[in-house]
């Protein structure tokens, strides 16, 4: 008899997903969660809070950045934020080359300060790896995910535009804000110089209308604080804290034990399945098996390669279902470390009011109906558009805010395009156990390998060059090539390792997301993606996600294991 009918491992973004379709159809779950629990609104301690309301006013003291190195270079580690985020002394692993692991282990997991982007793939996205001949096939298709991004969507809440683009479908969204003058611009002098490329608004995982699905969940309309990375007391904007975890609970289905390390996945040799989850507490280090039928592997990409890296059975002693040595191989990210700022002379009398909650967009234009440059894939491009000002006044009150709508107080208008660049799965990308290097848990720490390659350097080329091609159509000045040298994984997009295909011989899991060898575990985050694409992706393992989870509530029911 086991303990619960299906277990998940890890709190965050894509397990509170299995979470929902579960307990949503009866199914008596325990997630597991290496981290403390974060309730939505009590454990937000600095959602209220006002720069002068914070020691240091939200910056970072010197001595906690230089015991930090790898999670100060996050754009979202502050003052306000540090208790979301793993210390780097805390949660040690190895970087045979050097690699910004950005990781947040509490309920809730990185939905609590991501960054909110949601695009859709499309199937120049899915069939990517066999029209241009890398990875391995998608075992899927767009059909076969778009109901399930229009469930989450609809959930979850989008704010976005109807575009009617091929490469960037529509999905479900909620009212559009608007964009600023300059990307109002850009949006025109892309559409009159080029055929091949759109700018839009990107769409974003914000509530700027509150529907009735909204409402159930306890949710209220974005106040547009852009204080979202401290938890929203609104519930604002998707996470899991606000959002599918509390809608499982309310179920009664959905045991959630925080503190509980999964140590590995148990396989039983002779049932030719896995049976339970070895999970060492996370204060005590007491050691406690818990047994499903079915096993969900959630724990964020490099958590779900190493967990299943580290379940060693006699069946399969270099990790669960790893008959063709592929676990841990192929892993991407997104190449963010192009960039290319300028000044928009124009439009010195326009500022904006209010804080956007989406930026430009430009989806991919490279290699999309045809393979036509020297490198393969291509970029999306994020584009921010701001003018900042600086206000030295004694004022206080109304005549505050006059100064600081006074134009003399405004810099020009300053535009930065991002590279969202796709990077190409490699066997030599790969993640595996340090043979001598333990965690405080007696895990074999994760060793990383992961790099940039030449075909990274081309697109970032191209990209330079497409930037300043645009800049200079649209009249700004002071254009300049930025490459940040940043390592990867500060893109904080890392996937695969446990790969999707048709094949048991050179993949891990089938079009269900099930183990190829070991078909009642089950991975859906980010550990899955054959190829990367450009877009944001935590959609996509949202949907992946609960398509996943709905499949074995079905498998479920014809076995008759649910009433
Ligand atoms: C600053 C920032 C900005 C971002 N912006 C965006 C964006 O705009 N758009 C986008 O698409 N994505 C964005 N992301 C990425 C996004 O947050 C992740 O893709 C998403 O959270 C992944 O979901 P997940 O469930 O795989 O992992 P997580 O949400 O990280 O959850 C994994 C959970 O598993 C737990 N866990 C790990 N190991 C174990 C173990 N051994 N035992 C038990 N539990 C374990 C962790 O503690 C964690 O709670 C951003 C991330 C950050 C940090």
């Known amino acids: 008899m086991s303990d619960f009918q299906a277990i998940i491992i890890g709190g965050g973004m894509s397990g509170s997903w299995v979470a929902k379709v579960l307990c949503d ?17 009590n454990d937000y301690p600095t959602m209220f809070k006002h720069p002068w309301d914070l020691e240091h006013r939200g910056r970072v003291p010197a001595e906690v950045q230089a015991a930090n190195p790898v999670i100060s270079r996050c754009y979202a580690f502050g003052e306000a934020t540090e208790h979301f985020f793993v210390k780097d002394t805390e949660h040690p692993y190895v970087q045979e080359k050097p690699f910004d692991w950005i990781r947040g282990y509490q309920v809730g997991g990185k939905s609590l300060m991501w960054a909110r982007q949601v695009q859709r793939w499309s199937d120049f996205d899915f069939n990517g790896p066999r029209r241009d001949n890398f990875a391995v096939d998608w075992p899927i298709r767009y059909a076969d995910i778009k109901e399930w991004y229009n469930q989450v969507e609809e959930f979850i809440g989008v704010t976005g535009r109807q575009n009617g683009l091929e490469e960037l479908p529509d999905g479900i969204f909620l009212r559009a804000t608007g964009m ?5 611009y850009l949006q025109q002098i892309v559409k009159e110089n080029y ?6 608004h990107s769409r974003a995982a914000h509530l700027t209308e509150v529907k009735d699905i909204h409402r159930k969940q306890g949710r209220g309309q974005c106040q547009h604080r852009l204080l979202c990375e401290r938890g929203c007391p609104f519930g604002g904007y998707f996470s899991a804290n606000a959002s599918t975890i509390p809608w499982a609970k309310r179920t009664g289905n959905l045991t959630l034990k925080p503190h509980s390390v999964v140590h590995s996945i148990i396989y039983d040799d002779k049932l030719g399945k896995a049976t339970g ?15 499903a039928p079915y096993i969900f592997v959630n724990a964020a990409t490099l958590n779900t390669n190493h967990v299943l890296l580290n379940s060693k059975s006699e069946r399969f002693p270099n990790g669960l279902g790893n008959d063709n040595g592929l676990l841990g191989k192929y892993v991407a990210f997104h190449n963010y470390s192009a960039r290319v700022s300028a000044d ?4 010195q009398d326009k500022a904006m009011v209010g804080k956007s909650l989406a930026n430009g967009y430009m989806p991919r234009f490279r290699n999309l109906r045809a393979a036509d440059q020297t490198f393969k894939r291509g970029y999306a ?24 709508l006074k134009p003399k107080n405004y810099s020009g208008w300053k535009v930065s395009a991002l590279m969202m660049g796709e990077t190409i799965p490699k066997a030599s990308n790969q993640v595996n156990l340090h043979p001598t290097e333990v965690d405080a848990w007696g895990i074999p720490q994760l060793n990383v390998s992961i790099d940039y390659d030449e075909n990274d350097r081309l697109m970032m080329e191209d990209f330079y060059e497409q930037m300043e091609d645009l800049f200079s159509k649209a009249g700004f000045t002071n254009v300049n090539r930025i490459d940040t040298e940043q390592a990867p994984g500060l893109d904080i997009h890392e996937m695969g390792g446990v790969r999707m295909g048709h094949d048991p011989a050179t993949s891990l899991l089938d079009k269900w997301n099930k183990m190829h060898l070991c078909q009642n575990v089950i991975v859906s985050d980010g550990a899955c993606m054959t190829s990367m694409s450009t877009q944001n992706p935590s959609l996509t393992f949202m949907a992946l996600s609960a398509r996943a989870a709905n499949h074995i509530v ?9 009433g």
């Open 344 to 347: 928009c002379p124009k439009f």
């Open 554 to 562: 079905e498998e479920m029911k014809a076995n008759g294991e649910l």
């Open 277 to 291: 989850v070895r999970v060492i507490d996370a204060n005590t280090k007491e050691e406690q098996i818990y047994s």
């Open 25 to 41: 159809a009866g199914v008596q779950t325990l997630m597991l969660e290496r981290g403390p629990e974060v309730e939505h609104r």
């Open 195 to 200: 055929t091949d490329r759109h700018y839009i």
């Open 381 to 404: 491009v994020a584009m921010y558009c701001s003018r900042y000002f600086d206000v030295d006044s004694e004022d206080i009150g109304e005549a505050l805010v006059a100064e600081y």
């Open 180 to 184: 600023s003058c300059v990307d109002d």
